[in-house]
Nanobody
Framework: VQLVESGGGLVQAGGSLRLSCAAS????????VGWFRQAPGKERESVAR????????DYADSVKGRFTISRDNAKNTAYLQMNSLKPEDTAIYYC???????????????WGQGTQVTVSS
């Protein structure tokens, strides 16, 4: 499956963005999806993940209550709604997919190219 992220940009602190992860093919529903981010000089970290049918979700403590992951299997797209953004949320955001509900980035099979999110103070 091929993944393409979109929706990144520059936003002021306290603002919102919604990232999209569009998948090719008709088997998107067979893959769990994870969102990850990597800031300059830092390791890639998990942000959120969602199961194949959307029934299970999981978030990093740093984004709980501010970010919401969702998916629309009919549209082959996953989303990351980001509210109350902070400068420390600045990073390249990646979506990834795997048949299993993985927790670690190295376990994900397919990756998008990333989209830049910059939050100004």
């Amino acid at each position: 499956v091929q993944l393409v992220e979109s929706g990144g940009g520059l936003v002021q602190a306290g603002g919102s963005l919604r990232l999209s992860c569009a998948a090719s093919g008709r088997t998107f529903r067979l893959y769990a999806v994870g969102w990850f981010r990597q800031a300059p000089g830092k390791e890639r970290e998990s942000v959120a993940r969602i199961s194949r049918n959307g029934g299970s979700t999981d978030y990093a403590d740093s984004v709980k209550g501010r970010f919401t992951i969702s998916r629309d299997n009919a549209k082959n797209t996953a989303y990351l709604q980001m509210n109350s953004l902070k400068p420390e949320d600045t990073a390249i955001y990646y979506c990834a997919a795997d048949p299993l509900f993985q927790t670690v980035s190295d376990q994900y099979t397919y990756w998008g190219q990333g989209t830049q999110v910059t939050v100004s103070s």
